[in-house]
């Protein structure tokens, strides 16, 4: 994976995943809130059934209390009456009393006559609750509520009830009514389902909000991507082509100065040889003299070639360091064109790399071609210094400003601007009818490190 589809990729995840962290955190947040509600909403129903049950056993208790409270402990008659009214009390189809002695034996139980008679002390519940002797001790202690599983006449199945007990002690009766709660229970169920449900749809809307956004992001940042990268492959096939330019020009230009130049120095000077060579055979005198002529000739053969290598590095960068150089630039600059040539560097403090060096160097080279082709200057400034630690470099003249061979667009400013944006400096040029001036901005990145200062010294 490229870097550029990295950089993506760690835009893009962070989203998904602060998207994912987000929903779950918000279900997770409404399922807690809506189990909450769900359990307080049971809580409710269950207290509404116990509120009825009680309400109903005080309605019995009142209707038998004269009966009960006249009667004697064996008053059969009485009992029978009391046991009758009971009966009588069934409400809906799965409501009604029933009525045990304290012994387990049936006394009442209008939905299930066949437990009239029998004893049930000993039955359990599918959850081996004993049943009827928990009503007994809960009715003795002075009556109450119990929870068990219990046959519902209505269909047969078994279901958990709530009933409400209390003891008649005179005739060591246990009297009570209940309640199923498979109704409560089916309610909570499908509020647990309603919620669950709201839930997922919840979280396919952020979901289907989500997905898209990423994708839209995600294909926003491939657009972007693919728009830069067909524009950076035309700026490196720009670029590609400019260096080829430069390069051939180069050549050209070495070219004619070894044609114009050296060549005919050296043509000159086998052609004095060859005279010499004549005159020696005729005229000792004048041989000396062509020689003479011939190793003129000769020494500005030499002294073109050392210019021309100078013009490819020279040797004082690398040997005196930069200000140094600038000054042999600017005292050859003046004694090959006759413009007067300034340099100040009394302030400039060299700690700039190598390269940064040379591509100040480059940079006032090129500036001094610029002056020398096309500004007709008579005067020329160089001022190098240092400032918070970063190299400056300002070039002015006199002359009369940009050309159109030299143009803001021109490729020698392109080239100083891109060596001054390789080290992330910066190249200011400010031109008039009055004259140029441009100033070269170094950041302190192109200084040498402490330890690199260490071994230069």
């Known amino acids: 994976m490229t870097l550029r589809y990295q950089?993506?990729?760690?835009?893009?995840?962070?989203?998904?995943?602060?998207?994912?962290?987000?929903?779950?955190?918000?279900?997770?947040?409404s399922a807690?809130?809506?189990?909450?509600?769900?359990?307080?909403?049971?809580?409710?129903?269950?207290?509404?059934?116990?509120?009825?049950?009680?309400?109903?056993?005080?309605?019995?208790?009142?209707?038998?209390?004269?009966?009960?409270?006249?009667?004697?402990?064996?008053?059969?008659?009485?009992?029978?009456?009391?046991?009758?009214?009971?009966?009588?009390?069934?409400?809906?189809?799965?409501?009604?009393?029933?009525?045990?002695?304290?012994?387990?034996?049936?006394?009442?139980h209008p939905r299930q006559s066949f437990r009239h008679g029998r004893n049930w002390l000993d039955l359990t519940d599918p959850d081996g609750d004993k049943v009827i002797a928990e009503l007994i001790a809960t009715a003795k202690a002075g009556g109450g509520l119990h929870q068990y599983k219990w046959q519902k006449p209505s269909n047969g199945q078994m279901?958990?009830?709530?009933?409400?007990?209390?003891?008649?002690?005179?005739?060591?009766?246990?009297?009570?009514?209940?309640?199923?709660?498979?109704?409560v229970?089916?309610?909570?169920?499908?509020?647990?389902?309603?919620?669950?449900?709201?839930?997922?749809?919840?979280?396919?809307?952020?979901?289907?909000?989500?997905?898209p956004a990423v994708l839209v992001v995600f294909t926003?940042?491939?657009?972007?991507?693919?728009?830069?990268?067909?524009?950076?492959?035309?700026?490196?096939?720009?670029?590609?082509?400019?260096?080829?330019?430069?390069?051939?020009e180069e050549r050209a230009r070495l070219a004619r100065e070894l044609h114009d130049g050296i060549s005919q120095n050296l043509v000159g000077v086998r052609y004095a040889m060859d005279l010499a060579g004549r005159k020696v055979r005729t005229d000792v005198n004048e041989a000396a003299s062509t020689?003479?002529?011939?190793?003129?000739a000769l020494n500005g053969a030499i002294k073109e070639i050392r210019r021309l290598s100078h013009d490819l590095r020279p040797r004082v960068l690398d040997d005196m360091g930069l200000t140094?150089?600038?000054?042999?630039?600017?005292?050859?600059?003046?004694?090959r064109t006759g413009i007067a040539t300034d340099i100040e560097a009394s302030d400039f403090v060299d700690q700039l790399k190598p390269e940064a060096s040379t591509a100040l160097y480059r940079v006032a080279q090129e500036a001094f071609t610029n002056v020398e082709r096309h500004s007709g200057a008579r005067h020329l400034a160089?001022?190098?210094?240092?400032?918070?630690?970063?190299?400056?470099?300002?070039?002015?003249d006199d002359g009369t400003g940009f050309g159109e061979e030299a143009s803001p667009g021109g490729l020698g400013l392109r080239n100083m601007q891109e060596r001054m944006a390789h080290f992330r400096g910066l190249l200011l040029i400010e031109s008039t009818a009055a004259g140029t001036t441009l100033t070269a901005l170094m950041p302190k990145s192109a200084n040498m490190q402490p330890h690199d200062q260490v071994k230069a010294a």
Not at 11 to 26: E, K
Not at 75 to 91: E, F, G, M, R
Not at 222 to 244: C, N, P, S, W, Y
Not at 291 to 296: A, K, Q, T
Request: charged residues 20%; hydrophobic residues 50%.
């Open 382 to 396: 160089v001022k190098l210094w240092s400032e918070d630690g970063r190299a400056r470099m300002m070039i002015s």
């Open 185 to 211: 229970y089916a309610q909570t169920a499908a509020a647990n389902a309603s919620m669950r449900d709201s839930i997922k749809n919840t979280f396919v809307i952020v979901v289907l909000i989500a997905v």
């Open 159 to 183: 279901a958990d009830k709530l009933s409400f007990v209390v003891s008649l002690d005179k005739w060591r009766w246990v009297v009570g009514t209940g309640v199923y709660l498979d109704d």
């Open 7 to 29: 950089i993506i990729a760690l835009a893009i995840i962070p989203l998904v995943i602060a998207i994912l962290a987000i929903t779950s955190f918000i279900t997770w947040q």
């Open 291 to 296: 020689i003479d002529r011939g190793v003129e």
């Open 32 to 108: 807690n809130l809506t189990q909450d509600n769900i359990a307080t909403f049971q809580q409710n129903m269950l207290k509404a059934k116990e509120t009825e049950i009680l309400n109903l056993t005080h309605l019995a208790l009142s209707a038998t209390q004269t009966t009960y409270r006249d009667a004697s402990a064996d008053d059969q008659a009485a009992k029978d009456k009391v046991a009758a009214i009971l009966a009588s009390l069934d409400y809906g189809e799965d409501g009604y009393f029933f009525v045990y002695d304290y012994d387990g034996n049936n006394i009442v």
């Open 220 to 248: 926003t940042c491939m657009l972007l991507t693919f728009h830069e990268r067909r524009l950076a492959d035309g700026k490196l096939k720009a670029l590609t082509q400019r260096v080829i330019d430069t390069q051939e």
């Open 324 to 335: 140094a150089a600038l000054q042999a630039l600017c005292h050859n600059f003046q004694e």
